[in-house]
T-cell receptor
Framework: EAGVVQSPRYKIIEKKQPVAFWCNPI?????LYWYRQNLGQGPELLIR????????DSQLPKDRFSAERLKGVDSTLKIQPAELGDSAVYLC????????????FGNGTRLTVT | QQQVKQSPQSLIVQKGGISIINCAYE??????FPWYQQFPGKGPALLIA?????SEKKEGRFTISFNKSAKQFSLHIMDSQPGDSATYFC????????????FGSGTRLQVQP
């Protein structure tokens, strides 16, 4: 089966510019996650979707971050405006909505804000 | 609030040796404890997982030991190989995994040939 696909792989932008990341989950996975991974740290949840509904966005900095999952498949995460501290790897993951279903991660988008 | 604490931060083991990584959690509602392996430039991938109703789970060279009373769990890699060199993350979640994972800070393992 095809894995979780993320694009772009790398993005370099200047601070205050907008940026968007795209994620295509594994077919049939109705749960989708966006995590942020700072250098040398574990992933931290930004938002979790069940189908097209955001069921956990408590850790999403809503003043500058937004996300959408239209039609319950692909998802986009946006930052506007970006800050230096947003430099990190943004990981998308998907899973089935069953007990203890493993998360399947994409390879991430490495964002550098200069 | 760091709900899952992981140690050591880095680990160097000789080929054939045993690698041991430890994690401690705070939230007693956690009921699912997976370990993920991450290679450079890749996303984390599930390695092995355990539920608190068992004290140990073994899959090949990888074993999780779980101590519910101490709120601790550990990953043991037997006969460590250079190909095991990666970063390992423990994680925890509740509601039988229907909530998002909370990850530890990671352990960078280097297995020397």
């Amino acid at each position: 089966e095809a894995g979780v696909v993320q694009s772009p792989r790398y993005k370099i932008i200047e601070k205050k510019q907008p940026v968007a990341f795209w994620c295509n989950p594994i077919s049939g996975h109705n749960t989708l996650y966006w995590y942020r991974q700072n250098l040398g740290q574990g992933p931290e949840l930004l938002i979790r979707y069940e189908n097209e509904e955001a069921v956990d966005d408590s850790q999403l900095p809503k003043d500058r971050f937004s996300a959408e999952r239209l039609k319950g498949v692909d998802s986009t995460l946006k930052i506007q405006p970006a800050e230096l501290g947003d430099s990190a790897v943004y990981l998308c993951a998907s899973s089935l909505e069953t007990a203890n279903s493993p998360l399947h991660f994409g390879n991430g988008t490495r964002l550098t804000v200069t | 609030q760091q709900q899952v604490k992981q140690s050591p931060q880095s680990l160097i083991v000789q080929k054939g040796g045993i690698s041991i990584i430890n994690c401690a959690y705070e939230n007693t509602a956690f009921d699912y404890f997976p370990w993920y392996q991450q290679f450079p430039g890749k996303g984390p991938a599930l390695l092995i997982a355990i539920r608190p109703d068992v004290s140990e789970k073994k899959e090949g060279r990888f074993t999780i030991s779980f101590n519910k009373s101490a709120k601790q769990f550990s990953l043991h890699i037997m006969d460590s190989q250079p190909g095991d060199s990666a970063t390992y993350f423990c994680a925890a979640t509740r509601d039988t995994g229907r909530r998002a994972l909370t990850f530890g800070s990671g352990t960078r393992l280097q297995v020397q040939p």
